[in-house]
């Protein structure tokens, strides 16, 4: 039997139960959940990640809907603890859903929910400040120079890659990708190559327009190209950003050939989820090519980093940060919120 969990309560006697396995930014959602005659219930357990048997724990005998985190397996188990609790709505706090096992949500006649768009800005510009804080070296540089290293300019000191007129790689350019190219192409006036299984239709006209306009204005027009394999954009971009879902067909997708396959001195930025790079190889690459940079927001075996990329001064690392603007976060826990309540809103 699972140990009590802590729990903070909001409008006790609501006629639904509705919980939340962490508290999460903002008021909205909570007041979203109470107009409509909910009660609240969110575990403030000071523990990073639940297990399943905590959050069987949380839903009990009664409980109408789970807005349930990223870190969380939701799988039989849980669904079928909802189910059993009565539940029948379930969103995640994110867009990514590799987490959840929907055709378990389906088996228990739960609906499931994500959170896409509110945080596709957000996550575009943080892979957008890795790619330039990989180009220019920020990290090093910043360290060099709390360390008292600094004895005075130097015309070799830290020089990196000048992203102006070099290519920008885009795998998976659906709204994240497409935003973050938009973002390269338009600031830095970068060039495009693209792969993903679609056609991002939109984003080809966004840089044919913006071609237009630079050339109507006396500039080099940036171009942009649809990829026909993900080894054509390994090729041939200086700088490749990581944005599709993670599923079978994504699992691994930059192995130890794949990083054969790039350029030298390209830098590679993951902002998707960790385990689209084989991380040893990616360690192996980055202790045999010290020019060749990463910037990654995500992990193979989140929260933990495979032995050695740590000590690696050509790679970036930020703890999952990617979504985690106080708007975004706020937003996504509103939509996680109406995803719950739709299903009850729409049974009235
Ligand atoms: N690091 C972070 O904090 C965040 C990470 N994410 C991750 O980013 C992912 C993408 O989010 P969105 O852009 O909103 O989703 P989306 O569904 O709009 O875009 C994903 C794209 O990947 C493409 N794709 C799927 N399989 C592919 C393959 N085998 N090869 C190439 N492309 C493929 C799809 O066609 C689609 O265009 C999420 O699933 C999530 O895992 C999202 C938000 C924040
Ligand atoms: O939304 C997601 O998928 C994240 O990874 C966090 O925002």
């Given amino acids: 039997m699972a140990k009590p969990v802590q729990i903070e309560v909001w409008n006790p006697n609501g006629k639904y139960r509705v919980v939340s396995t962490k508290p999460m930014p903002g008021t909205r959602w909570i007041n979203l959940l109470i107009q409509q005659d909910c009660r609240v219930e969110i575990c403030t357990q000071n523990k990073t990640i639940l297990s399943v048997e905590d959050i069987i724990a949380l839903i009990g005998d009664k409980c109408d809907g789970v807005i349930g985190q990223l870190t969380e397996d939701w799988g ?8 059993k609790a ?23 006649g739960v609906a499931v929910g994500n959170t896409p768009g509110v945080l596709t800005e957000t996550t575009a510009e943080l892979a957008a400040t890795l790619s330039v804080a990989a180009a220019r070296r920020i990290v090093e540089a910043d360290a060099f120079m709390r360390g008292g290293l600094y004895e005075g300019w130097l015309p070799h000191l830290f020089v990196g890659n000048l992203l102006k007129r070099q290519t920008v790689g885009v795998i998976g350019a659906g709204r994240i990708g497409s ?12 060039n495009l190559i693209y792969y993903d ?16 306009f630079l050339k109507a204005n006396g500039e080099q027009p940036v171009t942009w190209k649809r990829a026909s394999s993900m080894d054509e954009v390994l090729r041939e971009a200086d700088v490749i950003s990581l944005h599709p879902v993670l599923d079978k067909t994504t699992y691994h997708l930059v192995n ?93």
Avoid at 76 to 83: E, K, N, Q, R, V
Avoid at 179 to 190: C, I, L, S, T
Avoid at 293 to 309: A, I, N, Q, S
């Fill in 197 to 212: 299984l679609y056609q991002a239709t939109r984003l080809e006209k966004f840089v044919t327009a913006y071609g237009q």
């Fill in 86 to 108: 009565g539940g029948k709505a379930f969103s995640n706090m994110a867009v990514g859903y590799n987490n959840v096992d929907v055709n378990a949500a389906n088996r228990y």
């Fill in 256 to 348: 130890k050939e794949r990083l054969a396959v790039m350029k030298k001195e390209a830098i590679l930025v993951n902002c998707s989820r960790g385990p689209v790079i084989d991380e040893v190889a990616l360690v192996e690459h980055l202790k045999a090519n010290p020019m060749f940079r990463v910037g990654l927001d995500v992990f193979e075996d989140e929260p933990y980093m495979k032995p050695g990329l740590a000590d690696m001064k050509n790679a970036i690392v930020v703890p999952h940060i990617a979504s985690a603007s106080k708007w975004t976060r706020e937003g996504m826990a509103t939509l996680a919120a109406l995803n719950v309540l739709v299903y009850h809103l729409y049974k009235k």
């Fill in 76 to 83: 039989d188990a849980l669904f079928s603890a909802l189910s």
């Fill in 179 to 190: 935003a973050y190219a938009r973002m390269m192409v338009e600031g830095f006036k970068m």
